[in-house]
């Protein structure tokens, strides 16, 4: 079956990062344990009606810059990083904040 193990990927220290950028602080990592030959699915959603795109970020530059809390799920391979807003009047009149 699927098998679910939470940790903190990386540490307390990757954990604090990632709840600053408005994602959790654990991580869910999902593995498939049944039979060779077999397949497994981990379905994904949103707790409001949404659209989710799947974006390779190889695709566009290595970079993809988004609002607070749109990420849904991702590799290892990709590091969560906060972004700020480089003009302080679209941080502070443009409803999303630094």
């Known amino acids: 079956g699927v098998e679910m193990n939470t940790t903190t990927g990386g540490g307390l220290s990757a ?3 990632r709840m600053l950028t408005g994602q959790n602080v654990f ?4 593995s498939y344990t049944g039979e060779e030959g077999t397949r497994g699915i981990v379905a ?3 707790d ?7 974006l390779n970020v190889d695709e566009y530059g ?3 810059v988004c609002q607070q809390g749109a990420l849904l ?6 590091d969560i990083e906060m972004e700020f807003t480089k003009k302080f009047s679209t941080g502070f ?3 999303e904040g630094f």
Do not use: N
């Open 44 to 46: 994904l959603g949103t």
């Open 15 to 17: 954990g604090f990062k």
């Open 27 to 30: 991580i869910s990592d999902y």
């Open 73 to 78: 799920c991702a590799s290892h391979t990709v």
């Open 62 to 64: 290595g970079k993809i």
């Open 93 to 95: 009149f443009g409803g």
């Open 48 to 54: 409001f009606p949404s659209k989710i795109v799947r």
